[in-house]
């Protein structure tokens, strides 16, 4: 690379000049000791100058990439996949996600309070664990029923022998109420008729009934009842009857089911219901040797209860 360089001035000849070791005047078109120094210094920096100039176009050059020897046919689906899992990262100073970016400022950001002259929000009430609800009680509230049985009787009269035992039917009408979980109040009326052999056995009485419940969430009672009842035996043949009265009394053990109350009535206490009773109802003599009976049943109540 060429640079311009300046031409240093031409020299004129002078004749006043005097050589600085002589002290004599130059002669015209001779050059003295400083002319001939300053052409060696500008002599000097040309040449260095020219010197200089191949280093910078050299180094002005694009530097020369070696050449990278091409890779064995097996190591380039490992390179592919190197180059794939470097283009997946992300690089370490790359920057977040303008929607992670701006979680991070929300998440920094104060939380407004109210405003002056806003009614502070109320705090929410706190949420108390409620009890699991109990399930209502079945044997509850006023309750009608019926109870149809089988009764064997055994009656003892003044004039006719009566040696066996009476079969027949018999049956009842109840109404009352659960006063409490564990004790029913009501009323029992009902009668029965019974025969053996020739002779025929027609009873009946009213009672005043109460039902004990041991556990009042199971539906198991013990039920006592008294009250006033009479009855009488006929024999074919004997226009006369022998008859027998007075106090009664009854007693009897029964479970109830209420197989409608999980889909109908499952939140309120009573229900549809029935079971068996076992019971025994008795009319006790007045005196020894007097008329008397006593009747053991087996039955199936059948009642609604009508909840408290």
């Given at each position: 690379m ?14 006043s000049?005097?050589?600085p070791?002589g ?15 300053r ?7 040309l ?9 910078r176009?050299?180094a ?11 890779a064995?046919?097996?190591?380039a689906?490992a390179?592919d ?22 979680a991070?400022?929300?998440s920094?950001?104060p939380a407004?309070?109210?405003?002056e002259g ?28 019926a ?7 055994f009656?003892r009269?003044r004039?006719?022998?009566t ?8 049956g ?9 979980p ?10 029965s008729?019974?025969?053996?052999g020739n ?5 009946g ?6 039902g ?5 969430r199971?539906?198991?009672s013990?039920h ?7 009855g009488?035996?006929?024999q ?5 009857r ?7 009394f ?9 197989p ?10 009573g229900?549809?219901?029935f079971g ?9 003599p ?17 009642g ?5």
């Amino acid at each position: 690379m060429l640079l311009a360089v300046p031409r240093p001035a031409p020299l004129r000849p002078s004749t006043s000049r005097r050589d600085p070791v002589g002290g004599e005047p130059s002669r015209a078109g001779q050059r003295g000791p400083s002319s001939a120094r300053r052409v060696d210094a500008l002599g000097l920096a040309l040449g260095l100058l020219v010197a200089a100039a191949p280093d910078r176009a050299a180094a002005e050059e694009p530097p020369i990439e070696p050449a990278v020897p091409a890779a064995p046919a097996d190591a380039a689906p490992a390179a592919d996949a190197a180059d794939e899992v470097a283009d997946a990262a992300p690089p370490a100073d790359a920057e977040p996600d303008d929607a992670d970016a701006t979680a991070d400022e929300g998440s920094k950001a104060p939380a407004e309070g109210p405003e002056e002259g806003d009614a502070p929000t109320p705090a929410p009430p706190a949420t108390e664990k409620k009890a699991p609800a109990r399930t209502p009680p079945r044997v509850d509230g006023i309750y009608l029923g019926a109870i149809p049985y089988v009764p064997i009787t055994f009656a003892r009269v003044r004039v006719l022998d009566t040696p066996g035992a009476f079969v027949g039917a018999g049956g009842a009408a109840r109404i009352g109420e659960a006063v409490y979980p564990w004790l029913t109040l009501g009323l029992d009326v009902g009668g029965s008729v019974a025969y053996h052999g020739n002779q025929r056995v027609a009873q009946g009485a009213l009672f005043v009934d109460a039902g004990f419940l041991p556990v009042p969430r199971i539906p198991f009672s013990i039920h006592v009842g008294f009250g006033v009842g009479g009855g009488a035996v006929r024999q074919q043949g004997i226009a006369d009857r022998q008859g027998f009265g007075g106090a009664a009394f009854r007693g009897g053990l029964r479970y109830d089911v209420f197989p409608l109350v999980v889909k109908r009535q499952r939140k309120r206490g009573g229900g549809f219901a029935f079971g068996p009773e076992l019971g025994w109802i008795g009319f006790t003599p007045a005196a020894k040797g007097r008329p008397m009976s006593n009747t053991a049943y087996l039955g199936l109540f059948v009642g609604y209860y009508f909840g408290s």
